[in-house]
């Protein structure tokens, strides 16, 4: 069974501009997280999909950032504009229903400039 | 609100000795308790889990018992390898949704 995929791994951007993130969840998970990990912290949630719907988008700063999952399946996380300490890794993860278990991706490295 | 609080690092260990990586919790209710690791390039991966007081999780050598007296969930390992060399996060859920993180704790096994 395929895992929590992400792209792009890596992403390099000069501030200021726009970035996008993308997550393939595992088929059936019906929970999807974003977290967002700074170097040397542990990942801290950006916002958390329960099929479409978005039911904890607390951490979320939405001035510049934004995120959808439609049909329930795929997400994707923006940031626009990008600023110098948006860089980190933003990682994705999925939850079978009531588990709690979380399965991450590998994680979208990005670096502002 | 919830919060993990972890031993920090770096520990840097022999091969075959014993590992405690210490983890305390605050939290409201009666969460459940994770550790997840890391190994280089990798994303995070469950290690193990324990859903209510005096449970044991357990995986690959490595142990923790969910203690609510002292609200710890301390990993340990009788004899650590250098593929253990990993980053190690504690981890709470209460009622099943998101995860609340400790800062992580880098292991560095020598041979």
């Known amino acids: 069974e395929a895992g929590v995929v992400q792209s792009p791994r890596y992403k390099i951007i000069e501030k200021k501009q726009p970035v996008a993130f993308w997550c393939n969840p595992i088929s059936g998970h019906n929970t999807l997280y974003w977290y967002l990990q700074n170097l040397g912290q542990g990942p801290e949630l950006l916002i958390r999909?329960?099929?479409?719907?978005?039911?904890?988008d607390s951490q979320l700063p939405k001035d510049r950032f934004s995120a959808e999952r439609l049909k329930g399946v795929d997400s994707t996380l923006k940031i626009q504009p990008a600023e110098l300490g948006d860089s980190a890794v933003y990682l994705c993860?999925?939850?079978?229903?009531?588990?709690?278990?979380?399965?991450f991706g590998e994680g979208s490295r990005l670096t502002v400039l | 609100g919830n919060s993990v609080t972890q031993m920090e690092g770096p520990v840097t260990l022999s091969e075959e000795a014993f590992l405690t990586i210490n983890c305390t919790y605050t939290?409201?209710?009666?969460?459940?308790l994770f550790w997840y690791v890391q190994y280089p390039g990798e994303g995070l991966q469950l290690l193990l889990k324990a859903t209510k007081a005096d449970d044991k999780g357990s995986n690959k050598g490595f142990e923790a018992t969910y203690r609510k007296e002292t609200t710890s969930f301390h990993l340990e390992k009788g004899s650590v390898q250098v593929s253990d060399s990993a980053v190690y996060f504690c981890?709470?859920?209460?009622?099943?949704?998101?995860?609340?993180f400790g800062s992580g704790t880098q292991l560095t096994v020598l041979p």
């Open positions: 993860a999925s939850s079978p229903e009531n588990t709690g278990e979380l399965f």
């Open positions: 939290a409201t209710g009666y969460p459940s």
């Open positions: 981890a709470l859920s209460e009622l099943n949704r998101q995860l609340t």
């Open positions: 999909y329960e099929n479409e719907e978005a039911v904890d």
